[in-house]
């Protein structure tokens, strides 16, 4: 306001002194000239009329006619501003005078002429003019007029002030209209550049009222506005595109924030779960570790327990072998007893390792019937006695029993026999095992074994089921492999019981098998089939057998098992080739092949005689080394008849050539 105020200020100022000057300067020129004008005028006037007496009062002063002067000068009478008037003699003298009405009749008279033409003196204006006749100067003529200068002067004083009055209201109002049309538009642009300033609204904009100077400022002001106005768009706009990139951007970190955190997590869940695995890891390693140790523990054992067996069949068959004649008949039957003994324990070895693989492995097939449990271990007791008598240890089997399991009758026979012999082993002298069978539910027995024994430490019942271990009894008197009772365990359970074990050192041993059983009264109505009969190698029709194996011992076990079957007629081949063409020439009844032979492999040569019309009806049955299961299933499913296993056992080859014997009738014409 003070700037816009001090500019109007200012040129308010400048407009008034301007005028100011103006008039003044005009009014003082006129002044001069008009006063000039008047003087010169007024003197000349003067001067002519001072003349024109001079020549009238001439003839007047040459008579020395005072009166004539007198009237001549009273003339004046009708020139009011001539106030007094006088002539002189060429002497100088007064001559005759004149003073105008209303002057004082005294009124001075210079005794004198003067030689000035024309003064001002006193407001009055003194002329003397000289009377000149034939070129002589014969009197002066002297008038005193009004001289009215100052008087004009105060009159032009008015004037000029009027004036100047005048030319300052002018300016005045030229200043407020000046102030209008120009103040106006840049004050306009003023307070519009404050509004902006105080309310940041670029779209305020000022009136355009002309087209002069300041309408190009206003419209330049208008223009830089726009410009604003647009710059700030395009500003806020690039600033919102900028937040909403820094939202984005935010939102993105936010994001992988969140996925670092799914991904710690993730790598945290992972961690545990490799710590996890690592540790069942070292568990089964710690698991596989112990398997292997006790792997070779049980290799190294392995080894002692057949060496022992072989040792007796080879050292007895040596001895025998190297006889001529010498030996005495009792003697020879000893050694050859002692050779079949150590063979059957050296069989029941292997298959006790064969039974603890196949059920390892899970490929034992039960067949659970219902058993009676009297019987079993009637049979049980029957095996288990001989062990008992060197020691005198008494065993006490329930005497009459009513109970009727629902197992499958070999393996409980095998997991009775176990717990009885282990109760016999590790009895002490004159000790006693005693057994019990008794429903604990309906569908439910317990099998007690208790002997007076050694008993077990808490820490050795831990490791009881740990194969091969045998609990420091590997050094004992008692022959053992230490994987007797994990069989038992793992049968019992394949049979869907449990098998419980307590123990105190020094008093004895208990060893529970609980089993699922028929209830009491089916177990009545459903006793167990006796026991089949048992066939025998000798009887039975006359057939030809044809045997194959390029083992000659093997071949001659054969002809000494058939020998006792009469009617039997036995052809042997050294190989599956010659089997194969000694079945084409003479067409056997049965064939015995064993499979692991040179030139052609039994299974091969069972194959070539299935697939030849001339041979294919004839049954094949296998004798072979290889007992695995696998073996026996794969040598079933190629179409052998039967699948014996060595070492050869009279009864199940009796059985086979029979069955055989009897297919091959019924399909014959
Ligand atoms: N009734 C028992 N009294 C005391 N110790 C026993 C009894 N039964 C088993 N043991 C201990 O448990 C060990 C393991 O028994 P297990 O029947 O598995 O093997 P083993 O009798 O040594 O050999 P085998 O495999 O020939 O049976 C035995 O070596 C023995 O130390
Ligand atoms: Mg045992």
Same mark, same amino acid.
């Given at each position: 306001?003070?700037?816009?105020?001090?500019?109007?200020?200012?040129?308010?100022?400048?407009?008034?002194?301007?005028?100011?000057?103006?008039?003044?300067?005009?009014?003082?020129?006129?002044?001069?000239?008009?006063?000039?004008?008047?003087?010169?005028?007024?003197?000349?006037?003067?001067?002519?009329?001072?003349?024109?007496?001079?020549?009238?009062?001439?003839?007047?002063?040459?008579?020395?006619?005072?009166?004539?002067?007198?009237?001549?000068?009273? &003339?004046?009478?009708?020139?009011?501003?001539?106030?007094?008037?006088?002539?002189?003699?060429?002497?100088?003298?007064?001559?005759?005078?004149?003073?105008?009405?209303?002057?004082?009749?005294?009124?001075?008279?210079?005794?004198?002429?003067?030689?000035?033409?024309?003064?001002?003196?006193?407001?009055?204006?003194?002329?003397?003019?000289?009377?000149?006749?034939?070129?002589?100067?014969?009197?002066?003529?002297?008038?005193?007029?009004?001289?009215?200068?100052?008087?004009?002067?105060?009159?032009?004083?008015?004037?000029?002030?009027?004036?100047?009055?005048?030319?300052?209201?002018?300016?005045?109002?030229?200043?407020?209209?000046?102030?209008?049309?120009?103040?106006?538009?840049?004050?306009? &642009?003023?307070?519009?550049?404050?509004?902006?300033?105080?309310?940041?609204?670029?779209?305020?904009?000022?009136?355009?009222?002309?087209?002069?100077?300041?309408?190009?400022?206003?419209?330049?002001?208008?223009?830089?506005?726009?410009?604003?106005?647009?710059?700030?768009?395009?500003?806020?706009?690039?600033?919102?595109?900028?937040?909403?990139?820094?939202?984005?951007?935010?939102?993105?970190?936010?994001?992988?924030?969140?996925?670092?955190?799914?991904?710690?997590?993730?790598?945290?869940?992972?961690?545990?779960?490799?710590?996890?695995?690592?540790?069942?890891?070292?568990?089964?390693?710690?698991?596989?570790?112990?398997?292997?140790?006790?792997?070779?523990?049980?290799?190294?054992?392995?080894?002692?327990?057949?060496?022992?067996?072989?040792?007796?069949?080879?050292?007895?068959?040596? &001895?025998?072998?190297?006889?001529?004649?010498?030996?005495?008949?009792?003697?020879?039957?000893?050694?050859?007893?002692?050779?079949?003994?150590?063979?059957?324990?050296?069989?029941?070895?292997?298959?006790?390792?064969?039974?603890?693989?196949?059920?390892?492995?899970?490929?034992?097939?039960?067949?659970?019937?219902?058993?009676g449990m009297a019987e079993l271990l009637d049979e049980c007791r029957i095996l288990t006695d001989p062990l008992t008598a060197a020691r005198g240890i008494r065993l006490l089997f329930p005497l009459s029993l009513d109970v009727?399991?629902?197992?499958?009758?070999?393996?409980l026979k095998q997991v009775l026999l176990n717990l009885l012999s282990n109760a016999v082993k590790y009895n002490r002298e004159q000790g006693s095992v005693a057994v019990e069978c008794v429903?604990?539910?309906?569908?439910?027995l317990r099998v007690t074994v208790r002997d007076t024994g050694l008993g077990m430490?808490?820490?050795?019942?831990?490791?009881?089921?740990?194969?091969?271990?045998?609990l420091?009894q590997?050094?004992g008197k008692q022959q053992g492999?230490?994987?007797g009772l994990?069989?038992t365990?793992?049968?019992?359970?394949?049979?869907?019981?449990?098998l419980g074990v307590s123990s105190t050192v020094g008093a004895g041993t208990e060893f529970c098998v609980?089993?699922?059983?028929?209830?009491?009264?089916?177990?009545?109505?459903?006793?167990?089939?006796?026991?089949?009969?048992?066939?025998?190698?000798?009887?039975?029709?006359?057939?030809?057998?044809?045997?194959?194996?390029?083992?000659?011992?093997?071949?001659?076990?054969?002809?000494?098992?058939?020998?006792?079957?009469?009617? &039997?007629?036995?052809?042997?081949?050294?190989?599956?080739?010659?089997?194969?063409?000694?079945?084409?020439?003479?067409?056997?009844?049965?064939?015995?092949?064993?499979?692991?032979?040179?030139?052609?492999?039994?299974?091969?040569?069972?194959?070539?005689?299935?697939?030849?019309?001339?041979?294919?009806?004839?049954?094949?049955?296998?004798?072979?080394?290889?007992?695995?299961?696998?073996?026996?299933?794969?040598?079933?499913?190629?179409?052998?008849?039967?699948?014996?296993?060595?070492?050869?056992?009279?009864?199940?080859?009796?059985?086979?050539?029979?069955?055989?014997?009897?297919?091959?009738?019924?399909?014959?014409?």
């Amino acid at each position: 306001v003070s700037a816009s105020g001090s500019l109007r200020g200012k040129l308010i100022g400048v407009m008034l002194l301007t005028a100011l000057v103006a008039v003044l300067v005009a009014i003082s020129a006129m002044l001069a000239y008009d006063l000039h004008a008047y003087h010169r005028g007024w003197v000349d006037d003067v001067s002519t009329q001072a003349e024109m007496l001079g020549r009238h009062s001439a003839p007047a002063l040459a008579f020395d006619d005072a009166r004539v002067a007198r009237e001549n000068l009273a &003339v004046l009478r009708f020139q009011p501003k001539i106030r007094a008037a006088a002539i002189y003699s060429a002497r100088g003298a007064v001559f005759a005078t004149y003073v105008a009405d209303g002057e004082p009749a005294d009124a001075a008279i210079p005794p004198m002429p003067s030689l000035e033409a024309a003064v001002v003196e006193d407001g009055s204006l003194l002329v003397f003019r000289p009377i000149v006749e034939n070129r002589d100067v014969v009197g002066t003529v002297y008038l005193r007029a009004d001289y009215e200068l100052y008087d004009r002067l105060l009159g032009y004083a008015g004037i000029a002030l009027v004036a100047t009055l005048v030319a300052l209201l002018v300016a005045w109002v030229m200043t407020s209209w000046l102030r209008r049309i120009v103040l106006r538009p840049i004050l306009d &642009v003023g307070d519009a550049a404050r509004d902006v300033i105080a309310r940041e609204d670029y779209s305020r904009r000022v009136d355009q009222r002309r087209d002069d100077e300041l309408g190009a400022l206003v419209a330049a002001f208008n223009e830089m506005m726009g410009e604003i106005e647009r710059r700030t768009e395009t500003l806020a706009a690039t600033n919102r595109e900028k937040e909403r990139e820094v939202d984005e951007r935010r939102r993105a970190q936010d994001e992988v924030m969140r996925l670092n955190l799914a991904l710690e997590q993730r790598v945290r869940d992972r961690t545990a779960a490799l710590e996890q695995s690592n540790r069942e890891l070292a568990l089964a390693t710690g698991e596989a570790e112990r398997a292997n140790q006790a792997k070779s523990d049980f290799l190294s054992s392995m080894s002692h327990e057949l060496r022992t067996p072989l040792n007796a069949i080879i050292g007895f068959g040596q &001895v025998l072998g190297a006889d001529e004649g010498g030996l005495p008949a009792d003697r020879r039957k000893a050694f050859l007893g002692h050779i079949v003994a150590a063979g059957q324990h050296l069989l029941t070895l292997i298959n006790d390792i064969l039974n603890l693989a196949q059920i390892e492995a899970g490929k034992v097939v039960l067949s659970p019937e219902p058993v009676g449990m009297a019987e079993l271990l009637d049979e049980c007791r029957i095996l288990t006695d001989p062990l008992t008598a060197a020691r005198g240890i008494r065993l006490l089997f329930p005497l009459s029993l009513d109970v009727v399991a629902h197992a499958d009758r070999t393996r409980l026979k095998q997991v009775l026999l176990n717990l009885l012999s282990n109760a016999v082993k590790y009895n002490r002298e004159q000790g006693s095992v005693a057994v019990e069978c008794v429903y604990v539910a309906s569908e439910r027995l317990r099998v007690t074994v208790r002997d007076t024994g050694l008993g077990m430490r808490p820490d050795q019942l831990q490791s009881l089921f740990q194969p091969f271990n045998r609990l420091g009894q590997e050094h004992g008197k008692q022959q053992g492999t230490g994987i007797g009772l994990v069989v038992t365990k793992h049968l019992v359970e394949l049979m869907g019981g449990t098998l419980g074990v307590s123990s105190t050192v020094g008093a004895g041993t208990e060893f529970c098998v609980d089993l699922p059983a028929l209830p009491p009264v089916a177990a009545q109505a459903g006793s167990p089939p006796a026991a089949g009969e048992v066939p025998s190698v000798s009887g039975g029709p006359a057939a030809t057998v044809l045997c194959v194996d390029d083992n000659p011992a093997s071949l001659e076990l054969v002809r000494a098992l058939l020998a006792a079957r009469p009617g &039997v007629h036995l052809l042997s081949a050294e190989n599956g080739q010659v089997g194969v063409e000694m079945a084409r020439a003479h067409h056997p009844d049965v064939i015995l092949m064993d499979n692991n032979m040179p030139v052609l492999s039994g299974a091969l040569a069972q194959a070539r005689l299935r697939d030849d019309p001339s041979t294919a009806h004839i049954p094949v049955i296998a004798v072979s080394a290889n007992a695995m299961p696998d073996a026996v299933k794969q040598g079933l499913a190629a179409g052998f008849f039967r699948y014996l296993t060595k070492p050869l056992d009279p009864k199940a080859l009796a059985e086979a050539l029979d069955s055989a014997l009897q297919q091959k009738r019924a399909g014959d014409p």
